[in-house]
């Protein structure tokens, strides 16, 4: 699957892929921090355990947001849903509780 997801990337335009992240990249995003205190529904934050990244930034999101938890996929990098289909699966599954 990987190897079948990384030639599917290769064949992507360059020219898209540069357009897709000016309006779709972290950079392009509009910064909603001061509004993560005002969520009130419960928020799952799944992130990988190799993904130092986004681990860190799931875990200042936690801080903020009242009913945040995090869940962290062993073995898994920046593309979970890719290294670890089924624990997403088993996620959206289970009861959404804070």
């Given at each position: 699957?990987?190897?079948?997801?990384?030639a599917?990337?290769?064949?992507?335009?360059?020219?898209?892929l540069?357009?897709?992240?000016?309006v779709?990249?972290l950079?392009?995003?509009?910064d909603?921090?001061?509004?993560?205190a005002q969520?009130?529904?419960?928020?799952?934050?799944?992130?990988?355990?190799?993904?130092?990244?986004?681990?860190?930034?799931?875990?200042?999101?936690?801080?903020?947001?009242?009913?945040?938890?995090?869940v962290?996929?062993?073995?898994?990098g920046?593309d979970v849903?890719?290294?670890?289909?089924e624990?997403?699966?088993?996620?959206?599954r289970?009861?959404?509780?804070?």
């Amino acid at each position: 699957m990987r190897r079948a997801r990384r030639a599917l990337r290769r064949r992507h335009d360059p020219l898209g892929l540069a357009q897709a992240l000016r309006v779709l990249g972290l950079g392009a995003m509009p910064d909603r921090t001061p509004d993560l205190a005002q969520l009130a529904l419960p928020v799952t934050l799944v992130v990988g355990a190799e993904d130092a990244k986004f681990r860190a930034l799931a875990r200042a999101m936690a801080a903020r947001v009242p009913h945040a938890r995090e869940v962290v996929v062993p073995g898994a990098g920046h593309d979970v849903l890719l290294a670890a289909p089924e624990r997403i699966a088993a996620l959206l599954r289970a009861p959404l509780a804070p």
